[in-house]
């Protein structure tokens, strides 16, 4: 709070004796126009003054605590709300606060008012807004009198929200409910009179809470309240923090515009520049570098503000929240950062403000909140002057009333070592991102941008105005916003922090087919392999104690290679990656080297998984949302294995067909790997060829998820590839058995992971394609004569055993427990396994195209018969 005392460095401090030393910030406009501020003590220390470019009113009180125009203590800001709202709550008693009611006003107030609201306990909040959502009936609407832009609307999700008697939360009971009224001051009283007679004609009820930071009424309005109770007949009480008035000489306001456009044409013929304090730009680089996109991962169900209504049980949701998001925010921050700006958007004022008080308590950084603004302010580079510098960028949400600028005040000069921009989804588009847009002009005043993206809530039926957002890095013709990532428990059985989908849900389309019918489509209509799925293996119990005990057998192993490719990603790809797993295959192996990172090193790694089509390459939109959202120089991507290189080769080559057509560059192919037997990647926990579990079951130990699919009449140009969750599968999901017997394993290994990854930097690690060379010839000895039907090392000898209509099995003469599952698949299968010598892998798997069953070439469909 700023109660004239705040602890600094361990020591109290007395504000007000400090003030005394301090030029107060509204001294300028008051030398110059004569204007006077006059009240308590702590007044001047809570407010200054600026001029704006208004016909209605020339000068601006610009509040210290308010979070808008002036960067401040996220919780100051909160704080200050927080205790009026507490305020109110005495005034009301514990009944009358319970059935209460806040309302806020945009675009200044929105965040104050639902910091009040969480003040005064289990109240509903709702703020008005200027952004029209088509689908939601309006519950009323009112004017402004002295702001730039006036319409107010009132967009409930729940039509009773605003009504004055609501049924008791026990039984059917009506109860009066209390409407408590938000604004950040309280100067004519006209705004919020009107509101409160406009709703009292609709909703008529017996009390009414004013809430202010400031009660500001002249002498003569003051009486006006309680004329206007008796009026409507209501109880109407005022509840303010600060009190006090200005004081204007007569003809302020054409005095106060003469002076706006003598400074902006002093400012236009080259005086100091608006925005650059002394009028030169700080010491950084002046060309555009790229921001952070942070993943909040925002929980579910959670409005993105009050503009619909936001209830007990949505604070409920949020409060628990705050903490991992603010510690994404903190790791995507880097170390040290010494000043840290959390930045609003015009009303979406909470989210960043809660987002910017879990980072105080989570960081050591000196963190100031403030938002965008609609308002037009003069600024002038004067410590007397509330308002130094502006930046203007144009509107980036597609507003109602058509484009405009914005501004962002004192951001320029504020030395802040990053700043991390929240918007929310809506205003997520190319307008932010473009050539003249907030986040540009932002990186010449900062070293770090940071972009969170808080999803836009709309009501069910709902839609927000105007064309939907969309935005993807220098991909100005992206039609249409590409959906957040799918997450367990909706989609797959893995908790939802672990992995994020990148999918599109098919689990309502019937996809599967028997094997070899599977087949003879492929076969006689040219299909792709993509377009339909195998029916899942239903492991037999033999089978499935099998699979226990070859996880308990090769547990520690798995999980050496987990440490050791995930240290090797650390230590050569930066600090903070971001993990792209290979559905699906390579999904649980992320999930595990995340959980790796976070247990040994602390750090909490995003993970995705993205489809790769053999033949079609890797997920187009994907990219673009990976992007969007991340530097695509942080992405690694991740599988589980490698046969003979055959998607290394896919995932390089389809890369650079994505970047020359789409102009996004900075994605690496190269894929991190556990087990490289092929020697075809350089990132991998071991090069040798040993039974992964993962490999020898299908979705049950994946998520329940299934293989990919890409078929033109499920997937558009816009969409993601699509998989199936096998949700009736639960009963035999062995997903998180898998993870959590490998990850009890780390710290048994932690040691022999430490020396040798120490060995694998300094070795030799390129490609060799060994296996490449074996497949090869193996090919060309059996006669098949065709690599893409040799399937080389274990995992993918098994995957032809539970998919494919396999010819034959050749073995390494000797291999021991790594293929028990393989010879007992072989056995239910009818399928000969022939024990060889001098083989490089420990089992390749064969299917000859003269049994074209099961057989598919480099393009994905099937291979005729010779």
Known sequence: MLDGRVRVGGRVTDRRKEAANVVWSGSWVAERLGVELVGDGELRELLGLALRRNPKRAHLLVSNVLGKHVP???????????????????????????????LGYAETATGLGHAVADGLGSAPYLHSTRRPVEGVARAGGFEESHSHATSHLLLPEDPDLLAGERSGEADATVVDSTLVLVDDEFSTGNTVLNTIRALHERYPRKRYVIVALVDMRSPADQGRLAEFAEEIGARVDLVARNTGTVRLPEGVLEKGQALVAEQEAAQSAGQPRV???????EPLCNLPRPHTRIDLQWPAGVPDGGRHGFTPAHRALLEPALPAMADRIAQALGEHPRRVLVLGFEELMYAPLRLGTALEERTGAEIRYSTTTRSPVLAVDDPGYAIRTRLAFPAHDDPADGPGERYAYNVAGGGFDAVVLVVDSTADTHALHGPRGLLQQLTPHTAHVLLAVVPSYAPPGA?????????????????????????????????????????????????????????????????????????????????????KAALDLSAARIARAVGTVTETVLAERGPRPVLVSLARAGT????????????????????????????????????????????PADVVFVDGWTGKGAITRELAAAIAEFEASDGTEGFNPEIAVLADPGGCVRTYGTREDFLIPSACLN?????????????????????????????????????????????????????????????????????????????????????????????????????????????????????????????????????????????????????????????TGADGKAVESK
């Open 588 to 631: 649980p192996v992320g999930v595990l080297m995340r959980r790796w990172a976070r247990l040994r090193n602390g750090v909490d790694l995003p993970h995705y998984a993205v489809s790769i089509v053999r033949g079609r390459g890797i997920d187009a939109n994907a990219l673009r949302w990976l992007a969007a959202h991340h530097d």
């Open 463 to 547: 839609r927000a105005a105007g064309p939907a957002p969309s935005y993807a890095p220098q991909r100005q013709e992206e039609p249409a916003m590409l959906p957040e990532p799918l997450r367990g428990p909706a989609f797959s059985s893995y908790a939802p922090d672990e992995v994020g989908w990148l999918l599109q849900d098919l689990s309502d389309t019937e996809l599967e087919a028997p094997t070899e019918e599977r087949e003879e489509a492929i076969q006689s209509g040219g299909a792709h392999y993509a377009e339909s799925l195998p029916v899942e293996y239903q492991p037999s119990e033999q089978y499935q104690n099998l699979f």
């Open 699 to 855: 979705s049950t130990v994946s998520g329940l998820i299934s293989r990919t699919v890409l078929r033109s009449d499920l997937v558009g140009p816009d969409d993601f590839h699509g998989a199936k969750f096998y949700r009736e599968l639960a009963g035999s999901d062995v997903s998180g058995h898998f993870l959590d017997t490998v990850t009890d394993r780390f710290g048994e290994v932690a040691d022999a992971v430490d020396a040798e990854v120490k060995e694998l930097l300094t070795a030799d690690r390129a490609p060799t394609w060994e296996g490449w060379a074996a497949v090869e010839r193996i090919s060309e000895e059996y006669g098949i004569h065709d690599v893409n039907l040799v399937k080389p090392g274990v995992g993918e000898t098994t995957r032809v055993l539970l998919r494919r209509v396999p010819w034959k099995i050749l073995a390494k003469r000797g291999a021991g427990a790594d293929l028990e599952h393989i010879r007992l698949l072989a056995e239910q299968r009818g399928v000969p396994v022939e024990e060889v010598d001098e083989l490089p892998y420990t089992c390749v798997g064969l299917i000859h195209p003269k049994y074209t069953r099961g057989a």
């Open 275 to 281: 925005g650059w304090p002394g009028g030169k730009p």
């Open 72 to 102: 401040q203590r996220p919780s100051v800001v909160y704080g200050a709300g927080v205790e009026l709202g507490r305020r109110v709550h005495e005034l009301l008693g514990e009944d009358g606060a319970r059935h209460a009611v806040v």
